[in-house]
């Protein structure tokens, strides 16, 4: 198990950046692969982006391909969403999540969730 904590999430307009940050608790850390997800109100929660342990493996959400990165940087044991051209449909709560592979993500440890919220 790893204890993970979300942050950068906020209030902006259309058009607008936003990163959101995860730091991971443990020794281990560049031995989980990472994902974000989101989810927003009423709806199902809902795959964003992940990347591999090593960080150099990246699967992305057809939503938001060419529009969000995610990185890592294993010696911060931090994972991150670079969020540009933000757009309304991106308002959610967003979620890390770690996992053993990126194809089991799902049933790893997650995040408390950070706020994103994008007005037209």
């Known amino acids: 198990q790893v204890h993970l904590v979300e942050s950068g999430g906020g209030l902006v307009q259309a058009g607008d950046s936003l990163r959101l940050s995860c730091a991971a608790s443990g020794r281990t850390f560049s031995s989980y692969a990472m994902g974000w997800f989101r989810q927003a109100p009423g709806k199902e929660r809902e795959f964003v982006a992940a990347?591999?342990?090593?960080?150099?493996?990246?699967v992305y959400a057809d939503s938001v391909k060419g529009r969000f990165t995610i990185a890592r940087d294993n010696a911060k044991n931090t994972v991150y969403l670079q969020m540009n051209s933000l757009k309304p449909e991106d308002t959610a709560v967003y979620y890390c999540?770690?996992?053993?592979?990126?194809?089991?993500?799902?049933?790893?440890?997650w995040g408390q969730g950070t706020q994103v919220t994008v007005s037209s």
């Open positions: 990347i591999s342990g090593s960080g150099g493996s990246t």
């Open positions: 999540a770690a996992g053993r592979s990126i194809a089991t993500i799902e049933f790893g440890s």
